[in-house]
């Protein structure tokens, strides 16, 4: 399809079809379409809303064009679609540490802050952890450690033709369809997700995507006050989402709710010390609460429990306070430093 017919198809009301969206995203990551073109493409699908169509098709492609990563066996990642305009601090990537002490397998899949230095990696990268091992080495870090991380800046080239479209898309809209294909396209193809939203329309859209993507079990989790998490500050709005269909249904506030300025975040300097007291059990209070309740929940979406399983959410609790979440962090820090040197 040509460009003009391309913006035409995604101007209507029901949006592109599965094959429209293909031919798009080859356009837009070909390297031949004008960045002009490709914004006003963007742009378009924004304003008229992605569909659930639209979405999986981007994340079939993203991943096909992706480096390749071959784990041998299901995986899982803890991952926020971000947008919440919220500091925050890191619990999704913390929760990592405490899911690979409890022996669940991690691919984690993300990036740096796209307006602060507040992103999964930049933590990392805070952290001491190389974020960018050597090319085939996400394997024998998973298989050594329990977990890897796998950045999208590395595992996808493709995207960056699509630099120039996206920032003049950004001087209309806020965001285009690659912010929420992102999240979803971990080449790793992981069989279980804890997917953060911070809207309730977006999180329905993004539970639709992942049943035709044909998820064995993913949780899409907003909780309030709008955060791409499961809250500790009041309620938490999911959709349980498998082969099967799609369940919603509202995971209720503690019965302490915490205040939402005790577990806010900073850049990845206030993030990384705040890991660090963490993880050596000198935080007990509501930011414990968070990870461990992001943890837990993620325990029992692999573990096939209900989603608010007490039980789960102890044992993630348990894990940091013993050090054993500490030390799988260790671990995981020594063998991606020892490769990358």
């Given amino acids: 399809m040509s460009p003009a017919d391309l913006l035409a198809a995604a101007a209507r009301p029901a949006g592109l079809t599965a094959a429209e969206a293909a031919a798009a995203l080859d356009l837009i990551t070909g390297g031949t379409l004008a960045a002009e073109t490709g914004a006003e493409l963007l742009v378009t699908i924004r304003q008229r809303g992605e569909t659930a169509v639209e979405l999986a098709t981007f994340v079939r492609g993203l991943v096909a064009k992706a480096m390749p990563v071959d784990f041998a066996r299901p995986v899982m990642d803890v991952v926020g679609t971000g947008g919440s305009g919220r500091a925050r601090y890191n619990a999704s990537t913390t929760a990592c540490f405490v899911l690979a002490a409890a022996g669940v397998p991690v691919a984690k899949h993300g990036n740096r802050g796209s307006s602060h230095a507040n992103g999964s990696f930049d933590l990392l990268e805070a952290l001491g952890v190389p974020i960018q091992p050597p090319a085939g080495s996400h394997r024998r870090l998973l298989d050594d450690t329990g977990l890897c991380f796998i950045f999208a800046r590395q595992a996808h080239p493709a995207i960056g033709a699509a630099a120039p479209m996206r920032k003049l898309a950004a001087a209309r809209v806020t965001g ?31 539970a639709a995507t992942l049943h035709l993507l044909g ?7 907003c909780g309030h006050p709008g955060i791409d998490e499961v809250s500790v500050t009041g309620g938490t709005q999911v959709w349980e989402v498998t082969r099967a269909g799609i369940t919603p249904r509202e995971l209720p506030a503690p019965s302490s709710p915490a205040d939402e300025t005790a577990v806010t975040g900073g850049d990845c300097a206030v993030n990384a010390a705040t890991f660090h007291r963490l993880m050596d059990g000198q935080e007990r209070g509501p930011l414990l609460d968070f990870v ?18 007490p039980a789960c959410r102890a044992e993630a609790r348990e894990l940091i306070l013993s050090g054993r979440a500490k030390d799988a962090f260790e671990r995981h820090r020594a063998a991606a430093r020892a490769l990358s040197a």
């Fill in 176 to 206: 285009t369809i690659f912010n929420l294909a992102g999240p979803l396209a971990n080449p790793g193809r992981p069989a279980r997700l804890l997917l953060g939203s911070a809207k309730p329309a977006q999180g329905e859209l993004l």
């Fill in 215 to 221: 998820t064995t079990r993913t949780l899409v989790a």
């Fill in 292 to 309: 461990a309740a992001n943890a837990g929940t993620a325990l029992a979406v692999w573990r096939d429990l209900p989603i608010d399983d």
